[in-house]
């Protein structure tokens, strides 16, 4: 049974593989060697062919396993930070570890740190009494809030709605002369962002 990919033309498995790169459509269509003037077209056409469709998810899955990057690995990176105890970072006597003692979990909640020597003294009298360690740890918070949104914790409101001068504008466009009295009822309540109550449902 033949691939997805041994299917496709030469320039869209070129295209598949170039989308990869960074997910832009429109720029992996002028890479592929399609028309730079119609690209964003052209992009936008080619992910919806279900032919480039299936051969790009099945490289995005070869490299996920590549990589181990399967969605309870990230959940589990990301439950990490998010819970991350900063004691992990201290010896028994409070004093901070050397990068090289910390446990692997530990070290990639470091999103960076910088180490400064201490100086006290001019000249040939100066010499290094101490060093500054600072630890910028990753974003617990963000990390909290994405595994709150795995969870369904939370719910996006949009809400949609016109402002004064918009419904003053359409208000002189529309001819409400022949207007039934629920039309009217109905467009009141759009304008005013309420509902309608009573009536057929």
């Given at each position: 049974m033949k691939s997805a990919s041994s299917k496709l033309t030469t320039k869209r498995k070129l295209f598949a593989m170039e989308y990869l790169k960074d997910l832009n459509a429109t720029q992996a269509a002028i890479r592929a060697g399609y028309s730079e003037k119609g690209a964003e077209v052209t992009g936008f056409n080619l992910l919806r062919n279900t032919k480039v469709a299936a051969e790009i998810q099945a490289a995005m899955n070869r490299r996920a396993e590549r990589l181990t990057l399967t969605s309870d690995y990230t959940?589990?990176?990301?439950?990490?930070?998010?819970?991350?105890?900063?004691?992990?970072?201290?010896?028994?006597?409070?004093?901070?570890?050397?990068?090289?003692?910390?446990?692997?979990?530990?070290?990639?909640?470091?999103?960076?740190?910088?180490?400064?020597?201490?100086?006290?003294?001019?000249?040939?009298?100066?010499?290094?009494?101490?060093?500054?360690?600072?630890?910028?740890?990753?974003?617990?918070?963000?990390?909290?809030?994405?595994?709150g949104r795995h969870q369904k914790l939370f719910t996006d409101k949009v809400e949609h709605g016109l402002d004064d001068d918009t419904k003053r504008f359409l208000a002189t466009k529309l001819d409400l002369t022949n207007a039934t009295p629920e039309q009217l009822a109905e467009l009141t309540a759009f304008a005013t962002g309420g509902s309608r109550s009573g009536g057929d449902k």
């Open positions: 959940l589990r990176a990301i439950t990490n930070i998010g819970h991350f105890d900063p004691r992990k970072l201290f010896d028994e006597k409070g004093n901070l570890k050397d990068i090289s003692d910390l446990d692997a979990d530990t070290a990639r909640n470091i999103a960076g740190f910088e180490f400064v020597t201490l100086y006290e003294g001019e000249g040939d009298q100066k010499h290094a009494f101490g060093q500054r360690r600072k630890i910028r740890l990753r974003d617990s918070l963000r990390a909290l809030e994405l595994e």
